[in-house]
C-alpha cells in the first residue's frame, strides 16, 4: 500500500469533475473511496494511471456522471420510497392481486365450510375469480414480456414504489 502524492489526489479530483460530478459531496465521498481502493492496489514504485484507470470503472455502469444523476433525483424525493428489483416487485403485484382471493377462501375454509353452503360458495368464489382475472392476467403478461417486445418494465430494472412519484421503473438499474 503505498500513499497517493497530492498531484495525484488533484488529478483524481480533476478527473471526477471532468467526468461530470459537481455536487461537492458526492465528489468528496467519490474521492475517498477511489483513493482508499488506489493506495490498496497501488505497489510502491507502481504505475498510478494503470491502477487508476481499472479502478475508476468499478463505480459506474456506463458513465461516471450517472452517480450524480442518481443522487439529484434520490434527493428530489419526498416521503419514504421502497427501491425493489423486478422480481420483488412482481412478488408484491402477485400477492396484492391474489391476496382478496386467497382471503376470501381461508375465511370460507374456516368459517362457512361447516355449513356446507355450496350456492353461497360457489357463487362468492366465481366472483372473486371473475374480478381477480384480468388483474392476475396483467400482471402475468408484464411479467413474462421480454425484452425483444420492449417490455413496459424491462429485465434487470428497479422499480421505485412511495408516495411521489407512487410507482417510477428505473430502466437502468439504481445503485442504492
Known amino acids: 500500500m503505498t500513499p497517493l502524492t497530492d498531484e495525484q489526489i488533484?488529478?483524481?479530483?480533476?478527473?471526477?469533475?471532468?467526468?461530470?460530478?459537481?455536487?461537492?459531496?458526492?465528489?468528496?465521498?467519490?474521492?475517498?473511496?477511489?483513493?482508499?481502493?488506489?493506495?490498496?492496489?497501488?505497489?510502491?514504485?507502481?504505475?498510478?494511471?494503470?491502477?487508476?484507470?481499472?479502478?475508476?470503472?468499478?463505480?459506474?455502469?456506463?458513465?461516471?456522471?450517472?452517480?450524480?444523476?442518481?443522487?439529484?433525483?434520490?434527493?428530489?424525493?419526498?416521503?419514504?420510497?421502497?427501491?425493489?428489483?423486478?422480481?420483488?416487485?412482481?412478488?408484491?403485484?402477485?400477492?396484492?392481486?391474489?391476496?382478496?382471493?386467497?382471503?376470501?377462501f381461508a375465511q370460507w375454509f374456516f368459517f362457512e365450510r361447516p355449513v356446507i353452503n355450496i350456492p353461497y360458495a360457489l357463487d362468492a368464489i366465481g366472483w372473486a375469480v371473475a374480478l381477480d382475472v384480468y388483474p392476475l392476467l396483467t400482471v402475468i403478461i408484464l411479467f413474462l414480456t421480454p425484452n425483444r417486445f420492449d417490455p413496459l418494465i424491462p429485465w434487470g430494472s428497479k422499480i421505485l414504489l412511495g408516495l411521489k412519484p407512487l410507482i417510477r421503473v428505473l430502466s437502468q438499474p439504481a445503485i442504492i
Do not use: M, Q
Not at 469533475?17 to 459531496?25: N, S, T
Not at 492496489?41 to 468499478?58: M, Q, S
Open 10 to 104: 488533484d488529478h483524481i479530483v480533476a478527473d471526477l469533475y471532468a467526468h461530470g460530478i459537481r455536487l461537492e459531496g458526492l465528489r468528496d465521498n467519490l474521492l475517498d473511496h477511489i483513493c482508499i481502493l488506489v493506495e490498496e492496489k497501488l505497489e510502491a514504485g507502481g504505475d498510478f494511471e494503470r491502477v487508476y484507470a481499472t479502478v475508476i470503472p468499478t463505480f459506474y455502469r456506463r458513465e461516471l456522471y450517472e452517480l450524480e444523476e442518481e443522487a439529484l433525483f434520490l434527493e428530489s424525493l419526498r416521503g419514504p420510497h421502497l427501491v425493489l428489483s423486478r422480481g420483488w416487485f412482481f412478488v408484491l403485484a402477485f400477492a396484492l392481486v391474489l391476496a382478496p382471493w386467497l382471503a376470501f
